[in-house]
């Protein structure tokens, strides 16, 4: 079955710092997805991917899809406090209609 | 808009007991998901409807779980009985297509469910 790889499973650094997610398919997917969760509340929307070799930024956080479109990067900059939580990557595998999302990343960022 | 809205954020009850979860989507979007959330499989998709006929509940995990959709502004999510393994925190969401450019599905804050 269609799954999404999430690595790490965990993160800590201290604040300033850069770090990177990534969340890998089997599968080329249809369109991929990158969303925030905190704890105790539900996911918050950060970007979507759809091209091969496509590239997205908000503030400090950059999101990349590869050219085969089975694997996706999550780049944060200088990050903050703020930026703790957990980091999901959510995908339609071409060829179905359905949603699948990677175990997620936890973030921890030290002040 | 006040956003996809669940009822309630939590839930204590004891094995065997019916549990009923509630969902008020964002008005005008066609979809709805139910998730189901837990540290050991993540987030899982449970049932979607569109324009309120449930089109794939294949995610649903046995016959205890049903979700209806009455109407466009409101679904349930409903366990009977209730089992201890149940516990997690579920999730609705809605979305105006199923995929589609920048638009996502909006979630609400889940239902914190714990069966005893």
């Known amino acids: 079955s269609q799954e999404l790889e999430q690595s790490p499973q965990s993160l800590i650094v201290q604040e300033g710092k850069n770090l990177t997610i990534n969340c890998t398919s089997s599968k080329t997917l249809y369109g991929l997805y990158w969303y925030k969760q905190k704890y105790g509340e539900g996911l918050i929307f950060l970007m979507m991917l759809q091209k091969g070799g496509e590239e997205k930024s908000h503030e400090k956080i950059t999101a990349k899809l590869d050219e085969k479109k089975q694997q996706s990067s999550l780049h944060i900059t200088a990050s903050q406090p703020s930026h703790a939580g957990i980091y999901l990557c959510?995908?339609?595998?071409?060829?179905?209609?359905?949603?699948?999302f990677g175990t997620g990343t936890r973030l921890k960022v030290l002040a | 808009d006040a956003g996809v809205i669940q009822s309630p954020r939590h839930e204590v009850t004891e094995m065997g007991q019916e549990v009923t979860l509630r969902c008020k989507p964002i008005s005008g979007h066609d979809y709805l998901f139910w998730y189901r959330q837990t540290m050991m499989r993540g987030l899982e998709l449970l049932i979607y409807f569109n324009n309120n006929v449930p089109i794939d509940d294949s995610g649903m995990p046995e016959d205890r779980f049903s979700a209806k959709m009455p109407n466009a502004s409101f679904s349930t999510l409903k366990i009977q009985p209730s089992e201890p393994r149940d516990s997690a925190v579920y999730f609705c969401?809605?979305?105006?297509?199923?995929?589609?450019?920048?638009?996502?599905?909006?979630f609400g804050p889940g239902t914190r469910l714990l069966v005893l």
């Open positions: 969401a809605s979305s105006l297509y199923f995929f589609g450019g920048e638009e996502t599905q909006y």
């Open positions: 959510g995908a339609g595998p071409s060829g179905t209609y359905k949603y699948i």
